[in-house]
Protein backbone atom coordinates (compact mmCIF):
# COMPACT_ATOMS: atom_id res chain seq x y z
CA UNK A 1 0.00 0.00 0.00
CA UNK A 2 1.15 3.38 -0.50
CA UNK A 3 0.72 6.14 1.99
CA UNK A 4 0.75 9.80 0.62
CA UNK A 5 1.23 12.23 2.92
CA UNK A 6 -1.23 15.14 1.80
CA UNK A 7 -0.37 18.42 3.02
CA UNK A 8 -4.09 19.13 4.23
CA UNK A 9 -4.85 15.49 5.73
CA UNK A 10 -2.06 14.00 6.52
CA UNK A 11 -0.97 10.35 5.91
CA UNK A 12 -3.42 8.38 3.54
CA UNK A 13 -3.97 5.26 1.31
CA UNK A 14 -3.56 5.84 -2.64
CA UNK A 15 -6.84 4.55 -3.09
CA UNK A 16 -8.18 7.75 -1.93
CA UNK A 17 -6.23 9.75 -4.63
CA UNK A 18 -6.49 10.13 -8.30
CA UNK A 19 -3.50 9.98 -10.41
CA UNK A 20 -3.61 12.89 -12.60
CA UNK A 21 0.42 12.28 -13.97
CA UNK A 22 4.01 13.73 -14.70
CA UNK A 23 4.01 17.38 -13.78
CA UNK A 24 4.34 18.45 -17.31
CA UNK A 25 4.65 22.56 -18.91
CA UNK A 26 1.66 23.42 -21.32
CA UNK A 27 2.59 25.41 -23.75
CA UNK A 28 0.65 28.71 -25.33
CA UNK A 29 -2.73 27.25 -26.89
CA UNK A 30 -2.01 30.68 -28.79
CA UNK A 31 1.09 30.68 -30.11
CA UNK A 32 1.85 26.27 -29.84
CA UNK A 33 2.22 24.10 -33.44
CA UNK A 34 0.64 21.12 -33.69
CA UNK A 35 3.65 19.09 -33.09
CA UNK A 36 4.16 20.77 -30.10
CA UNK A 37 0.81 20.64 -28.75
CA UNK A 38 0.73 16.91 -29.81
CA UNK A 39 4.05 16.34 -27.71
CA UNK A 40 2.35 18.01 -24.43
CA UNK A 41 -0.64 15.48 -25.11
CA UNK A 42 1.06 12.28 -25.73
CA UNK A 43 4.82 12.25 -24.75
CA UNK A 44 5.82 12.12 -21.05
CA UNK A 45 9.55 10.86 -19.71
CA UNK A 46 8.27 8.13 -17.73
CA UNK A 47 11.18 7.27 -15.72
CA UNK A 48 12.08 4.56 -13.95
CA UNK A 49 13.27 6.41 -10.63
CA UNK A 50 12.31 9.08 -8.82
CA UNK A 51 9.48 11.34 -10.51
CA UNK A 52 7.57 14.67 -9.41
CA UNK A 53 3.95 14.37 -10.16
CA UNK A 54 0.16 15.51 -9.65
CA UNK A 55 -2.23 13.84 -7.40
CA UNK A 56 -6.08 14.87 -6.71
CA UNK A 57 -7.41 13.87 -3.23
CA UNK A 58 -10.95 12.60 -4.53
CA UNK A 59 -12.12 11.10 -1.08
CA UNK A 60 -10.67 13.87 1.35
CA UNK A 61 -9.18 17.83 0.70
CA UNK A 62 -10.15 17.36 -2.95
CA UNK A 63 -6.94 19.01 -3.61
CA UNK A 64 -4.67 18.83 -5.98
CA UNK A 65 -1.14 17.78 -4.62
CA UNK A 66 2.61 17.28 -5.85
CA UNK A 67 4.44 14.47 -5.23
CA UNK A 68 7.94 13.55 -5.64
CA UNK A 69 7.81 9.40 -5.94
CA UNK A 70 10.13 6.19 -6.63
CA UNK A 71 8.41 4.63 -9.42
CA UNK A 72 10.41 1.03 -8.99
CA UNK A 73 9.84 1.35 -5.86
CA UNK A 74 6.80 3.59 -4.81
CA UNK A 75 8.74 5.43 -1.72
CA UNK A 76 7.26 8.60 -1.57
CA UNK A 77 9.46 11.70 -0.92
CA UNK A 78 7.20 14.88 -0.37
CA UNK A 79 3.92 15.64 -0.79
CA UNK A 80 3.02 19.39 -0.87
CA UNK A 81 0.31 21.36 -2.28
CA UNK A 82 0.35 22.06 -6.16
CA UNK A 83 1.33 25.41 -7.99
CA UNK A 84 -0.83 26.48 -10.64
CA UNK A 85 1.59 24.18 -13.31
CA UNK A 86 0.72 21.14 -11.70
CA UNK A 87 -3.39 21.73 -11.71
CA UNK A 88 -4.72 20.35 -15.03
CA UNK A 89 -6.49 22.53 -16.93
CA UNK A 90 -4.46 25.88 -15.84
CA UNK A 91 -1.24 26.54 -16.66
CA UNK A 92 -1.92 30.38 -17.20
CA UNK A 93 1.23 32.46 -17.33
CA UNK A 94 3.00 28.87 -15.62
CA UNK A 95 4.03 30.24 -12.64
CA UNK A 96 4.78 27.85 -10.45
CA UNK A 97 4.06 28.56 -6.22
CA UNK A 98 7.07 28.05 -4.59
CA UNK A 99 5.35 26.04 -1.73
CA UNK A 100 1.96 26.97 -0.41
CA UNK A 101 2.09 24.40 2.53
CA UNK A 102 3.47 26.64 5.03
CA UNK A 103 1.15 29.59 4.58
CA UNK A 104 -1.94 27.35 4.25
CA UNK A 105 -0.50 25.45 7.64
CA UNK A 106 -0.84 28.89 9.64
CA UNK A 107 -4.47 29.26 8.36
CA UNK A 108 -3.10 31.96 5.75
CA UNK A 109 -3.23 32.07 1.99
CA UNK A 110 -6.00 29.49 -0.24
CA UNK A 111 -4.03 28.12 -2.60
CA UNK A 112 -4.56 29.62 -5.45
CA UNK A 113 -5.14 26.28 -7.65
CA UNK A 114 -7.61 25.06 -10.04
CA UNK A 115 -9.83 22.45 -9.43
CA UNK A 116 -13.29 21.98 -7.98
CA UNK A 117 -14.33 24.31 -5.54
CA UNK A 118 -14.45 22.31 -2.16
CA UNK B 1 25.40 -44.66 -18.75
CA UNK B 2 25.24 -42.54 -15.92
CA UNK B 3 21.68 -41.84 -13.75
CA UNK B 4 20.45 -38.94 -13.36
CA UNK B 5 18.42 -37.36 -9.91
CA UNK B 6 15.05 -38.81 -10.87
CA UNK B 7 16.58 -42.19 -11.26
CA UNK B 8 16.10 -42.32 -15.24
CA UNK B 9 19.00 -43.85 -17.41
CA UNK B 10 20.71 -41.20 -19.62
CA UNK B 11 23.20 -41.97 -22.43
CA UNK B 12 25.47 -38.59 -23.23
CA UNK B 13 26.18 -37.50 -26.66
CA UNK B 14 24.40 -39.77 -28.24
CA UNK B 15 21.33 -36.87 -28.54
CA UNK B 16 20.70 -35.26 -31.79
CA UNK B 17 19.48 -31.19 -31.99
CA UNK B 18 16.59 -30.30 -32.40
CA UNK B 19 15.10 -33.31 -31.82
CA UNK B 20 11.81 -34.18 -33.16
CA UNK B 21 8.64 -34.26 -30.53
CA UNK B 22 6.24 -37.49 -31.32
CA UNK B 23 4.36 -40.02 -29.80
CA UNK B 24 6.69 -42.10 -31.88
CA UNK B 25 9.49 -40.42 -31.02
CA UNK B 26 8.53 -40.60 -27.25
CA UNK B 27 7.92 -44.19 -27.53
CA UNK B 28 11.61 -44.89 -29.43
CA UNK B 29 13.44 -43.36 -26.47
CA UNK B 30 11.06 -44.54 -24.19
CA UNK B 31 12.87 -47.87 -25.02
CA UNK B 32 16.26 -46.69 -25.59
CA UNK B 33 16.48 -44.74 -22.92
CA UNK B 34 18.10 -41.66 -24.99
CA UNK B 35 17.78 -38.43 -23.15
CA UNK B 36 16.11 -35.40 -24.18
CA UNK B 37 18.37 -32.88 -26.02
CA UNK B 38 18.07 -29.63 -24.50
CA UNK B 39 14.76 -27.61 -26.25
CA UNK B 40 17.49 -24.98 -27.61
CA UNK B 41 20.83 -24.33 -27.15
CA UNK B 42 23.29 -21.78 -25.55
CA UNK B 43 26.04 -19.96 -27.59
CA UNK B 44 28.99 -17.89 -26.88
CA UNK B 45 28.24 -14.14 -27.77
CA UNK B 46 29.73 -13.05 -30.50
CA UNK B 47 30.84 -9.48 -31.94
CA UNK B 48 28.44 -8.72 -34.09
CA UNK B 49 24.78 -9.95 -35.03
CA UNK B 50 22.97 -8.62 -38.12
CA UNK B 51 20.20 -8.18 -36.00
CA UNK B 52 20.01 -7.88 -32.52
CA UNK B 53 16.55 -8.15 -30.56
CA UNK B 54 15.98 -6.77 -26.79
CA UNK B 55 13.70 -8.77 -24.97
CA UNK B 56 12.91 -12.65 -25.07
CA UNK B 57 9.58 -12.23 -24.76
CA UNK B 58 6.61 -14.10 -27.51
CA UNK B 59 7.10 -10.94 -29.23
CA UNK B 60 11.03 -11.49 -29.63
CA UNK B 61 11.38 -14.44 -30.06
CA UNK B 62 8.72 -15.00 -32.70
CA UNK B 63 10.51 -11.73 -34.57
CA UNK B 64 13.60 -13.93 -34.10
CA UNK B 65 12.17 -17.17 -35.08
CA UNK B 66 10.24 -15.51 -38.60
CA UNK B 67 13.25 -13.66 -39.31
CA UNK B 68 15.08 -17.28 -39.55
CA UNK B 69 12.03 -19.13 -40.58
CA UNK B 70 10.78 -16.66 -43.03
CA UNK B 71 13.34 -14.25 -44.48
CA UNK B 72 16.36 -17.03 -44.20
CA UNK B 73 18.16 -14.33 -41.69
CA UNK B 74 20.17 -16.17 -39.01
CA UNK B 75 22.62 -13.75 -37.39
CA UNK B 76 20.35 -13.19 -34.79
CA UNK B 77 20.78 -12.51 -31.30
CA UNK B 78 17.95 -12.22 -28.70
CA UNK B 79 18.73 -10.40 -25.42
CA UNK B 80 17.02 -10.55 -22.41
CA UNK B 81 18.24 -9.36 -19.21
CA UNK B 82 16.29 -11.77 -17.32
CA UNK B 83 15.60 -15.52 -18.44
CA UNK B 84 13.38 -15.69 -21.01
CA UNK B 85 9.46 -15.63 -20.67
CA UNK B 86 10.41 -13.77 -17.46
CA UNK B 87 7.95 -10.45 -18.22
CA UNK B 88 4.61 -9.73 -19.24
CA UNK B 89 5.25 -13.32 -21.53
CA UNK B 90 5.08 -14.78 -18.56
CA UNK B 91 2.62 -12.85 -16.61
CA UNK B 92 -0.42 -12.17 -18.43
CA UNK B 93 -3.67 -14.69 -17.90
CA UNK B 94 -3.10 -15.84 -21.58
CA UNK B 95 -6.05 -15.45 -23.40
CA UNK B 96 -6.73 -14.64 -27.13
CA UNK B 97 -9.11 -13.02 -29.30
CA UNK B 98 -9.74 -10.89 -32.29
CA UNK B 99 -13.23 -9.06 -31.49
CA UNK B 100 -11.54 -5.62 -31.64
CA UNK B 101 -13.39 -2.01 -32.43
CA UNK B 102 -11.40 -0.98 -35.16
CA UNK B 103 -10.99 -2.62 -38.59
CA UNK B 104 -7.15 -2.23 -38.26
CA UNK B 105 -7.14 -3.73 -34.65
CA UNK B 106 -9.56 -6.38 -36.22
CA UNK B 107 -7.32 -7.61 -39.04
CA UNK B 108 -4.34 -7.48 -37.20
CA UNK B 109 -5.61 -9.58 -33.89
CA UNK B 110 -7.28 -12.41 -36.36
CA UNK B 111 -4.25 -12.30 -38.04
CA UNK B 112 -2.46 -13.39 -34.96
CA UNK B 113 -5.23 -15.72 -33.95
CA UNK B 114 -4.70 -17.81 -37.15
CA UNK B 115 -1.37 -18.02 -36.50
CA UNK B 116 -1.97 -19.56 -33.29
CA UNK B 117 -4.07 -21.98 -34.51
CA UNK B 118 -1.65 -23.51 -36.35
CA UNK B 119 1.52 -22.72 -34.15
CA UNK B 120 2.08 -26.14 -32.45
CA UNK B 121 2.28 -27.94 -35.96
CA UNK B 122 4.65 -25.25 -36.94
CA UNK B 123 7.07 -25.27 -34.24
CA UNK B 124 6.20 -28.84 -33.33
CA UNK B 125 5.68 -28.18 -29.73
CA UNK B 126 2.86 -28.77 -28.09
CA UNK B 127 1.14 -25.20 -27.09
CA UNK B 128 -2.07 -26.00 -25.64
CA UNK B 129 -4.20 -24.03 -27.68
CA UNK B 130 -7.76 -24.18 -25.99
CA UNK B 131 -10.63 -22.15 -28.59
CA UNK B 132 -13.22 -22.87 -25.68
CA UNK B 133 -15.00 -19.28 -26.88
CA UNK B 134 -14.87 -15.71 -25.00
CA UNK B 135 -17.58 -14.02 -23.47
CA UNK B 136 -17.33 -10.10 -22.95
CA UNK B 137 -20.28 -8.99 -20.68
CA UNK B 138 -22.23 -5.81 -20.97
CA UNK B 139 -23.66 -4.52 -17.87
CA UNK B 140 -24.95 -1.16 -19.28
CA UNK B 141 -26.98 0.13 -22.41
CA UNK B 142 -23.58 1.79 -23.28
CA UNK B 143 -21.63 -1.29 -23.43
CA UNK B 144 -24.21 -2.89 -25.10
CA UNK B 145 -24.20 -0.57 -27.86
CA UNK B 146 -20.50 -0.84 -28.10
CA UNK B 147 -20.48 -4.41 -28.28
CA UNK B 148 -23.27 -4.02 -31.50
CA UNK B 149 -20.48 -2.03 -33.15
CA UNK B 150 -17.86 -4.25 -32.62
CA UNK B 151 -19.80 -7.58 -33.52
CA UNK B 152 -20.58 -5.42 -37.00
CA UNK B 153 -17.11 -4.59 -37.56
CA UNK B 154 -15.72 -8.32 -36.94
CA UNK B 155 -18.31 -9.60 -39.32
CA UNK B 156 -17.17 -7.13 -42.15
CA UNK B 157 -13.51 -8.29 -41.13
CA UNK B 158 -14.53 -12.28 -41.33
CA UNK B 159 -14.21 -12.21 -37.62
CA UNK B 160 -16.66 -14.54 -35.75
CA UNK B 161 -18.59 -12.56 -33.51
CA UNK B 162 -22.19 -11.70 -32.53
CA UNK B 163 -24.21 -10.10 -29.16
CA UNK B 164 -26.30 -12.94 -27.29
CA UNK B 165 -28.38 -12.31 -24.58
CA UNK B 166 -28.93 -13.59 -20.93
CA UNK B 167 -30.47 -16.85 -21.36
CA UNK B 168 -27.92 -17.87 -24.15
CA UNK B 169 -25.25 -16.58 -21.47
CA UNK B 170 -26.89 -18.61 -18.74
CA UNK B 171 -26.44 -22.00 -21.01
CA UNK B 172 -22.27 -21.06 -21.75
CA UNK B 173 -21.86 -20.34 -18.01
CA UNK B 174 -24.16 -21.65 -15.80
CA UNK B 175 -22.66 -20.41 -12.53
CA UNK B 176 -22.73 -16.64 -13.69
CA UNK B 177 -25.54 -14.53 -11.75
CA UNK B 178 -27.36 -13.58 -14.89
CA UNK B 179 -30.41 -12.17 -12.67
CA UNK B 180 -31.59 -8.85 -13.34
CA UNK B 181 -31.40 -7.74 -9.31
CA UNK B 182 -27.83 -8.10 -9.46
CA UNK B 183 -26.01 -5.05 -8.69
CA UNK B 184 -24.65 -4.89 -11.86
CA UNK B 185 -26.72 -6.92 -14.04
CA UNK B 186 -26.02 -8.54 -17.56
CA UNK B 187 -27.71 -7.47 -20.36
CA UNK B 188 -25.96 -9.20 -22.63
CA UNK B 189 -22.49 -10.33 -24.32
CA UNK B 190 -20.18 -10.22 -26.94
CA UNK B 191 -19.69 -14.06 -27.61
CA UNK B 192 -16.30 -14.51 -29.86
CA UNK B 193 -15.94 -18.30 -30.64
CA UNK B 194 -12.26 -18.03 -31.81
CA UNK B 195 -10.95 -16.87 -28.59
CA UNK B 196 -9.50 -18.79 -25.96
CA UNK B 197 -6.66 -19.79 -23.98
CA UNK B 198 -2.94 -20.95 -24.32
CA UNK B 199 -0.09 -22.07 -22.54
CA UNK B 200 1.80 -18.75 -22.75
CA UNK B 201 5.38 -20.45 -21.24
CA UNK B 202 4.89 -23.23 -24.00
CA UNK B 203 4.45 -20.64 -26.64
CA UNK B 204 7.69 -18.64 -25.77
CA UNK B 205 9.22 -22.04 -25.45
CA UNK B 206 8.26 -22.82 -28.83
CA UNK B 207 9.68 -19.95 -30.38
CA UNK B 208 12.81 -19.99 -28.65
CA UNK B 209 13.49 -23.87 -29.52
CA UNK B 210 12.43 -22.54 -33.63
CA UNK B 211 14.17 -19.53 -33.52
CA UNK B 212 17.82 -21.83 -31.69
CA UNK B 213 17.31 -24.52 -34.45
CA UNK B 214 17.87 -22.13 -36.93
CA UNK B 215 20.83 -20.36 -35.83
CA UNK B 216 19.31 -17.71 -33.74
CA UNK B 217 21.22 -17.04 -30.63
CA UNK B 218 19.90 -16.29 -27.19
CA UNK B 219 21.15 -15.10 -24.54
CA UNK B 220 19.75 -14.87 -21.34
CA UNK B 221 20.73 -12.91 -18.09
CA UNK B 222 22.30 -10.51 -20.72
CA UNK B 223 21.00 -6.78 -19.79
CA UNK B 224 21.48 -4.00 -22.34
CA UNK B 225 23.06 -0.90 -21.06
CA UNK B 226 23.29 1.81 -24.00
CA UNK B 227 22.84 1.76 -27.73
CA UNK B 228 25.08 3.76 -29.78
CA UNK B 229 23.89 6.16 -32.36
CA UNK B 230 26.03 7.92 -34.62
CA UNK B 231 24.87 9.95 -38.01
CA UNK B 232 21.38 9.02 -36.82
CA UNK B 233 21.97 4.98 -37.26
CA UNK B 234 22.33 2.33 -35.10
CA UNK B 235 26.09 1.14 -34.89
CA UNK B 236 25.34 -1.56 -31.85
CA UNK B 237 24.73 -2.28 -28.50
CA UNK B 238 26.16 -2.19 -25.06
CA UNK B 239 25.51 -4.95 -22.73
CA UNK B 240 26.36 -6.34 -19.04
CA UNK B 241 28.20 -9.60 -21.30
CA UNK B 242 30.27 -6.46 -23.82
CA UNK B 243 29.68 -5.20 -26.61
CA UNK B 244 28.04 -5.76 -30.02
CA UNK B 245 27.87 -4.10 -33.19
CA UNK B 246 25.20 -4.49 -35.35
CA UNK B 247 23.35 -2.26 -37.91
CA UNK B 248 19.71 -3.19 -36.55
CA UNK B 249 18.28 -3.07 -33.14
CA UNK B 250 14.49 -4.30 -32.66
CA UNK B 251 13.33 -2.94 -29.48
CA UNK B 252 10.98 -6.01 -27.71
CA UNK B 253 10.59 -5.06 -24.33
CA UNK B 254 7.87 -4.31 -21.93
CA UNK B 255 7.51 -2.13 -19.16
CA UNK B 256 10.71 -1.16 -19.89
CA UNK B 257 10.37 -0.31 -23.51
CA UNK B 258 10.36 3.59 -22.75
CA UNK B 259 14.10 3.13 -20.89
CA UNK B 260 15.59 0.91 -23.95
CA UNK B 261 14.51 3.59 -26.34
CA UNK B 262 15.74 6.49 -24.71
CA UNK B 263 18.99 4.77 -25.49
CA UNK B 264 18.52 5.46 -28.52
CA UNK B 265 17.28 8.97 -28.49
CA UNK B 266 13.83 8.19 -28.95
CA UNK B 267 10.69 9.29 -27.12
CA UNK B 268 7.49 7.92 -26.93
CA UNK B 269 4.24 8.38 -25.25
CA UNK B 270 4.09 4.94 -23.34
CA UNK B 271 3.76 5.56 -19.54
CA UNK B 272 4.47 2.22 -17.45
CA UNK B 273 1.73 0.92 -14.99
CA UNK B 274 1.60 -2.55 -13.52
CA UNK B 275 -1.38 -4.91 -13.98
CA UNK B 276 -2.04 -7.73 -11.29
CA UNK B 277 -3.24 -11.14 -11.51
CA UNK B 278 -3.99 -14.30 -9.27
CA UNK B 279 -4.80 -17.88 -9.48
CA UNK B 280 -7.14 -20.15 -7.06
CA UNK B 281 -6.75 -23.59 -5.80
CA UNK B 282 -7.65 -25.68 -8.49
CA UNK B 283 -11.06 -27.04 -8.57
CA UNK B 284 -13.39 -30.21 -11.02
CA UNK B 285 -13.92 -28.52 -14.46
CA UNK B 286 -17.18 -25.99 -14.81
CA UNK B 287 -16.09 -23.33 -16.73
CA UNK B 288 -16.01 -23.89 -20.22
CA UNK B 289 -15.36 -19.95 -21.48
CA UNK B 290 -13.24 -17.34 -21.01
CA UNK B 291 -15.16 -14.75 -19.50
CA UNK B 292 -14.39 -10.71 -19.19
CA UNK B 293 -16.32 -7.61 -17.56
CA UNK B 294 -15.26 -3.97 -18.20
CA UNK B 295 -17.20 -2.58 -15.66
CA UNK B 296 -15.92 -5.12 -12.68
CA UNK B 297 -12.57 -4.68 -13.97
CA UNK B 298 -12.30 -8.91 -14.13
CA UNK B 299 -11.43 -11.68 -16.47
CA UNK B 300 -11.62 -15.33 -15.65
CA UNK B 301 -10.98 -18.35 -16.97
CA UNK B 302 -10.34 -21.93 -15.53
CA UNK B 303 -7.05 -23.73 -16.91
CA UNK B 304 -6.63 -27.91 -17.73
CA UNK B 305 -5.52 -27.94 -14.67
CA UNK B 306 -8.78 -26.68 -12.61
CA UNK B 307 -7.04 -23.33 -11.37
CA UNK B 308 -9.33 -20.20 -12.10
CA UNK B 309 -7.32 -17.49 -13.06
CA UNK B 310 -8.23 -13.58 -12.45
CA UNK B 311 -7.04 -10.48 -14.31
CA UNK B 312 -8.06 -7.18 -13.62
CA UNK B 313 -6.84 -3.73 -15.36
CA UNK B 314 -3.93 -1.95 -14.69
CA UNK B 315 -3.41 -0.14 -11.35
CA UNK B 316 -4.77 3.51 -11.53
CA UNK B 317 -0.86 4.72 -11.59
CA UNK B 318 2.48 4.50 -12.97
CA UNK B 319 5.23 2.33 -11.28
CA UNK B 320 7.80 -0.30 -12.36
CA UNK B 321 7.09 -2.08 -9.40
CA UNK B 322 5.74 -5.52 -9.60
CA UNK B 323 4.51 -5.89 -6.00
CA UNK B 324 0.95 -7.08 -5.44
CA UNK B 325 -1.20 -5.32 -3.42
CA UNK B 326 -4.03 -5.88 -0.94
CA UNK B 327 -6.69 -3.19 -2.02
CA UNK B 328 -6.15 -5.17 -5.42
CA UNK B 329 -6.90 -8.38 -4.18
CA UNK B 330 -9.91 -7.17 -2.06
CA UNK B 331 -11.16 -5.62 -4.93
CA UNK B 332 -10.84 -8.43 -7.46
CA UNK B 333 -12.60 -10.58 -4.87
CA UNK B 334 -15.81 -8.55 -4.68
CA UNK B 335 -15.83 -8.41 -8.42
CA UNK B 336 -15.37 -11.83 -9.49
CA UNK B 337 -18.11 -12.91 -6.52
CA UNK B 338 -20.58 -10.13 -7.85
CA UNK B 339 -20.29 -12.79 -10.95
CA UNK B 340 -20.38 -16.05 -9.32
CA UNK B 341 -21.40 -15.90 -5.81
CA UNK B 342 -20.58 -19.80 -5.93
CA UNK B 343 -17.08 -19.06 -5.71
CA UNK B 344 -16.88 -17.65 -2.43
CA UNK B 345 -15.55 -20.60 -0.61
CA UNK B 346 -12.20 -20.90 -3.21
CA UNK B 347 -9.21 -19.64 -1.93
CA UNK B 348 -6.98 -17.36 -3.73
CA UNK B 349 -3.08 -19.31 -4.43
CA UNK B 350 -1.17 -16.34 -5.68
CA UNK B 351 -1.07 -13.15 -7.15
CA UNK B 352 1.42 -11.42 -9.01
CA UNK B 353 1.87 -8.25 -11.42
CA UNK B 354 3.28 -7.36 -14.55
CA UNK B 355 4.13 -4.17 -15.90
CA UNK B 356 2.18 -2.79 -19.59
CA UNK B 357 3.37 0.07 -21.38
CA UNK B 358 0.08 2.18 -22.26
CA UNK B 359 -0.28 4.48 -25.42
CA UNK B 360 -2.68 7.17 -25.24
CA UNK B 361 -4.99 5.19 -27.77
CA UNK B 362 -5.00 1.71 -26.13
CA UNK B 363 -2.71 0.81 -29.24
CA UNK B 364 0.72 -0.49 -29.68
CA UNK B 365 3.72 1.07 -31.61
CA UNK B 366 5.41 -0.86 -34.26
CA UNK B 367 7.58 -0.05 -36.84
CA UNK B 368 10.64 2.20 -37.53
CA UNK B 369 11.73 5.16 -35.78
CA UNK B 370 13.59 8.81 -36.62
CA UNK B 371 16.87 6.87 -36.06
CA UNK B 372 17.97 4.36 -38.52
CA UNK B 373 18.26 0.67 -37.88
CA UNK B 374 16.07 1.26 -34.52
CA UNK B 375 12.75 -0.37 -34.66
CA UNK B 376 10.07 -1.05 -31.89
CA UNK B 377 7.74 -3.43 -31.25
CA UNK B 378 6.35 -1.67 -27.94
CA UNK B 379 3.40 -0.31 -26.50
CA UNK B 380 1.34 -3.23 -25.55
CA UNK B 381 -0.92 -2.30 -23.01
CA UNK B 382 -2.65 -5.16 -21.68
CA UNK B 383 -3.22 -7.08 -25.06
CA UNK B 384 0.32 -7.76 -26.19
CA UNK B 385 0.74 -11.35 -25.83
CA UNK B 386 -2.25 -12.13 -28.21
CA UNK B 387 -0.13 -10.34 -30.69
CA UNK B 388 2.84 -12.03 -30.41
CA UNK B 389 2.87 -13.80 -33.30
CA UNK B 390 1.48 -11.53 -36.08
CA UNK B 391 3.87 -9.12 -34.27
CA UNK B 392 6.98 -10.87 -34.83
CA UNK B 393 6.01 -11.98 -38.73
CA UNK B 394 5.41 -8.82 -39.17
CA UNK B 395 8.65 -7.29 -37.34
CA UNK B 396 10.64 -9.83 -39.25
CA UNK B 397 8.98 -8.55 -42.79
CA UNK B 398 10.04 -4.94 -42.10
CA UNK B 399 13.66 -5.93 -40.81
CA UNK B 400 13.96 -8.29 -43.98
CA UNK B 401 12.24 -5.89 -46.46
CA UNK B 402 12.88 -2.32 -45.20
CA UNK B 403 8.90 -1.38 -45.70
CA UNK B 404 6.48 -1.30 -43.22
CA UNK B 405 4.22 -3.72 -43.74
CA UNK B 406 1.00 -3.11 -44.66
CA UNK B 407 -0.86 -4.91 -41.78
CA UNK B 408 1.34 -2.66 -39.36
CA UNK B 409 0.94 1.06 -41.43
CA UNK B 410 -1.35 1.95 -38.81
CA UNK B 411 0.58 1.37 -35.41
CA UNK B 412 3.72 3.67 -36.49
CA UNK B 413 4.77 6.00 -34.13
CA UNK B 414 4.18 9.48 -36.35
CA UNK B 415 0.58 8.47 -35.69
CA UNK B 416 1.11 10.87 -32.77
CA UNK B 417 2.25 13.62 -34.98
CA UNK B 418 0.32 13.26 -37.62
CA UNK B 419 -2.78 13.13 -35.18
CA UNK B 420 -3.95 9.48 -36.77
CA UNK B 421 -4.74 7.94 -33.55
CA UNK B 422 -6.15 4.52 -33.54
CA UNK B 423 -8.98 4.12 -30.50
CA UNK B 424 -8.86 0.79 -29.52
CA UNK B 425 -10.04 1.68 -25.59
CA UNK B 426 -13.76 0.22 -26.11
CA UNK B 427 -12.23 -2.98 -27.01
CA UNK B 428 -8.65 -2.84 -25.21
CA UNK B 429 -8.96 -1.54 -21.84
CA UNK B 430 -10.92 -3.80 -19.27
CA UNK B 431 -10.70 -0.82 -16.94
CA UNK B 432 -13.25 1.62 -19.44
Not at chain 2, 29 to 54: F, N, T
Not at chain 2, 340 to 346: F, I, S, W
Amino acid sequence: MILLPCPWCGPRAATEFAHIGEVSVRPDPGSATPAQWRGYLYLRANPCGWTSETWYHRMGCRRFIKVERHTETNEVRSATAAGVAEVPGTGAGMTEIPDATAGARAGGAEIPAGGPAR
Amino acid sequence: MRTSTNGHRQSPGRSHYPARYSAAELFRRGLVSEAWPPAWQQQPMKGSYDVVIVGGGVHGLAAAYYLAANHGITDVAVLDKGYMGSGGSGRNTAILRSNYLTPEGVRFYDRSVQLYQRLATDLDYNVMFSQRGHLTLAHSDASLRTMRWRAEVNKVEGVDSEVIGPAEIKQLAPFLDVSPAARYPVMGALWHPPGGIIRHDAVVWGYARGASARGVHIHQNTEVTGIDVAGGRVRGVRTSRGDIATPVVLNATAGWSTLISDMAGVTMPVMTSPLQAAVTEPVKPFLSTVIVSGTLHVYISQTDRGELVFGASVDPFTSYSMRGSLEFIEGLAGHVLELMPALGKVRLLRQWAGLCDMTPDFSPIMGKTPVDGFLVDVGWGTYGFKAGPVSGEAMAQCIASGQTPDIIAAFGLERFGEGALVGEKGAAAVGH
